[in-house]
């Protein structure tokens, strides 16, 4: 049984860039943005916005297939971390657990110096720029999310729609952010991939979401709308970065969220469970789990205490598998992506009450599928609640972006990839 593990605040210029302005071939740097805003739609409808910003791109298709030998790609893309960046957004119906909206664009390599800024350690405020789309630090302290991306939405194994998502809103930091000691999530004998949850539980504004999909005969449907000042749920904001191919460090991960109560901004634990790879003379790195209390408010979130005799988290089966028809409709079968059917949390809080969850991960609530990640959010059972919470539960196996199956379905997301401009 494993110790949870000890958590440290938040050190300011892990809100920053972390990696080398200007990345050469070696090593493989990759970092990313997170974030996400949950608000109800015109109708008062719940959704959730998710959006990364990536910069070097650890999961850029053609950047895995080039450094996996796949056909040509290394020749006609290279694998050189400074070549990539993009975003990455899906917009989910929560009522439904659905994803209604799924958008990749990428910058050409020529764009990237211009069109890509990110602020570093000592500038005077956090600015992260990708385009028309951006992060940025206001004057009175709080930040402004800015989403202006386009998508394509596959029809057929060869046909898109087109999509378009715009997002506006405003973050105040509220729980203060946290991260492991050093933010370092991981270690492979030096080879650090790290993480800081920057923002755990802040207060968010919504001021606008529009997102449009082209119907057949040219003109657009709307498939959500939310007006400035409709009620937003809340958000969340993290921050991760590292020193070598993502799926030479990471083997696998379970992350996620369970709300404690119904309320906008409640109480939340958190829970980050990693493996790392092993050979080439070390050992697999499995550190111990993160499972954090996150309050409501403005106190610092803790480390959860362990329960004697209980794990704190474990995967249980039996393992169930996931195939695109399942999931997200992507269009190609045939995956079996391998999932726990449940996960379990366990650990008392500050005012050692014990909190056991369970989270049961079914196909009907799958929001994202690829062959080497699966999203759900399930509904989830807490004590004291008469009606269960919507929760985030994600499950990433990183050394399946080895398989040639994945590089297929990588390949093929070309279909659905749009160049910014």
């Known amino acids: 049984m494993m110790p949870i593990r000890a958590i440290s605040p938040l050190l300011p210029e892990f809100r920053h860039a972390q990696t080398p302005a200007n990345p050469g071939p070696a090593p493989a740097y990759y970092e990313w943005w997170y974030f996400e805003v949950e608000f109800n739609d015109d109708s008062g409808r719940p959704f959730r916005a998710i959006t990364s910003f990536h910069y070097p791109h650890a999961l850029d298709a053609r950047r895995v297939l080039a450094h996996e030998h796949y056909e040509d790609y290394a020749a006609r893309y290279t694998t050189h971390p400074g070549h ?72 057929s194994l060869t046909r898109t ?23 370092v999530l991981l270690d492979q004998s030096g080879v650090q991939h790290h993480w800081a949850c920057v923002m755990p539980n802040p207060v968010v504004r919504v001021d606008g979401v529009r997102v ?36 030479a460090q990471v083997g696998r991960w379970s992350w996620g969220r369970v709300p404690l109560s119904r309320q906008s901004a409640s109480r939340k634990i958190l829970y980050f469970d990693i493996d790392g790879i092993g050979g080439g003379g070390y050992p697999v790195s499995h550190p111990d789990p993160i499972l954090v209390e996150i309050p409501s408010g403005a106190t610092a979130p803790r480390a959860l205490d362990e329960a004697a005799g209980l794990a704190p988290f474990s995967l249980i089966g039996p393992v169930d598998s996931m195939n695109f028809g399942d999931g ?61 919470v919507a929760t985030i539960s994600e499950i990433m196996q990183a050394t399946r972006l080895r398989l040639p199956k994945t590089h297929k379905v990588l390949a093929r997301s070309e279909l659905i990839t749009v160049t910014e401009s």
Do not use: M
């Open 161 to 183: 729609r087109d999509l378009d998502l715009e997002l506006t809103a405003r973050f105040t930091q509220n729980t203060p952010g946290f991260q492991p000691p050093d933010a």
């Open 212 to 247: 449009l999909r082209r119907r057949l005969n040219g003109s657009w449907s709307s498939l959500c709308k939310a007006s400035a000042g409709v009620g937003t749920i809340g958000g969340y904001h993290d921050h991760q970065w590292g020193g070598d191919v993502f799926w």
């Open 84 to 155: 990539y960046a993009g975003i990455a957004s899906y917009v989910v119906d929560v009522e439904k657990t659905e994803n209604v909206a799924l958008l990749i664009s990428r910058f050409r390599v020529q764009d990237i110096g211009t069109r890509v800024t990110v602020s570093r350690p000592g500038d005077p405020k956090v600015a992260l720029r990708f385009g028309n789309s951006s992060f940025l630090e206001n004057d009175d302290g709080t930040f402004t999310l800015t989403v202006r991306q386009r998508g394509k939405h596959p029809v």
């Open 328 to 388: 997200c409709k992507f269009g190609i079968q045939g995956q079996d992506v391998p999932y726990h059917r449940t996960a379990k949390i366990q650990g008392r809080d500050g005012a050692g009450v014990l909190h056991q969850l369970t989270i049961t991960h079914e196909r009907k609530h799958n929001v994202d599928t690829w062959p080497f990640y699966l999203r759900f959010a399930p509904p989830v059972k807490v004590a004291g609640l008469t009606a269960k």
